[in-house]
């Protein structure tokens, strides 16, 4: 079993910044990618971005040039710094989890709320 717990989440005005962090726990043999989804009420869940175990990313097109993902190996932890945060990027932010556990290939974490005031 892998538990991802996430923080960074919260309340920010447009143009602010706000940092999420993911970390993976578990019996873990192997991170595959790790990265960051998002689900606004009445919309479907969608990528924000993605970092593959050999440092290939993937952005949204939304969030090109505002978000930067990035993560920490030896904490099997990826961060998400967005910048220039718009109403429009008000969510609910999952980190996701793919690899070799001993139980198990994905995982989704619970959940963290960010809210952009316009």
């Known amino acids: 079993q892998v538990q991802l717990v996430e923080s960074g989440g919260g309340l920010v005005q447009t143009g602010g910044s706000l940092r999420l962090s993911c970390a993976a726990s578990?019996?873990?043999?192997?991170?595959?990618?790790m990265g960051w989804y998002r689900q606004a009420p009445g919309k479907q869940r969608e990528l924000v971005a993605t970092?593959?175990?050999?440092?290939?990313?993937n952005y949204a097109d939304s969030v090109k040039g505002r978000f930067t993902i990035s993560k920490d190996n030896a904490k099997n932890t990826v961060y998400l710094q967005m910048n220039s945060l718009k109403p429009e990027d008000t969510a609910v932010y999952y980190c996701h989890f793919t690899g070799a556990t001993i139980q198990g290939y994905a995982y989704w974490g619970q959940g963290t709320q960010v809210t952009v005031s316009s």
């Open positions: 970092i593959t175990r050999a440092g290939t990313i």
């Open positions: 578990g019996t873990i043999f192997r991170v595959d990618a």
